[in-house]
């Protein structure tokens, strides 16, 4: 006869079967968050959003040492996972702005909590 291990998950750890595979799977609701905010500036662009909208020059402002190549990449991928949205203003020029979507703004938690964790870690 042979035993079977019962395992049982921490509810709020791993509320629900999408996060209790056995290995790496891209429908982990971990692995999601982490690949939205993942790439180096994404947290940062995050960040400063959760401030308001603001223009690509302004981000350059914010964020001197950041390149123009990844600016927009970032921001394009950004707008790819629903976390970002980019807004036009006509006129003469035209204005264009980014801010967080409903999905970014839900993000404020986990990068509270991200920093905090870090600064536990480094101390």
């Known amino acids: 006869m042979a035993y079977q ?4 998950w921490d509810p709020e750890l791993v509320p629900t079967p999408a996060g209790r595979g056995a290995r790496p799977d891209e429908a982990c609701p971990v692995e999601v ?18 401030h308001g909208p603001l223009s690509y020059g302004a981000f350059r402002k914010r964020l001197p040492t950041l390149t123009d190549k990844v ?3 970032r921001l394009a991928e950004l707008r790819g996972h629903g976390i970002v949205e980019r807004q036009i203003t006509r006129g003469f020029p035209s204005r ?15 990068m509270i909590e991200l920093y905090r964790t870090g600064e536990a870690l480094l101390a």
């Open 33 to 50: 968050a982490l690949r939205v905010i993942s790439g180096r500036w994404s947290t940062l662009l995050i960040r400063e959003l959760l």
């Open 5 to 8: 291990t019962v395992r049982s």
């Open 71 to 73: 600016l927009t990449d």
């Open 96 to 110: 264009v702005t980014y801010q967080l979507t409903p999905r970014g703004e839900a993000l404020r938690p986990l």
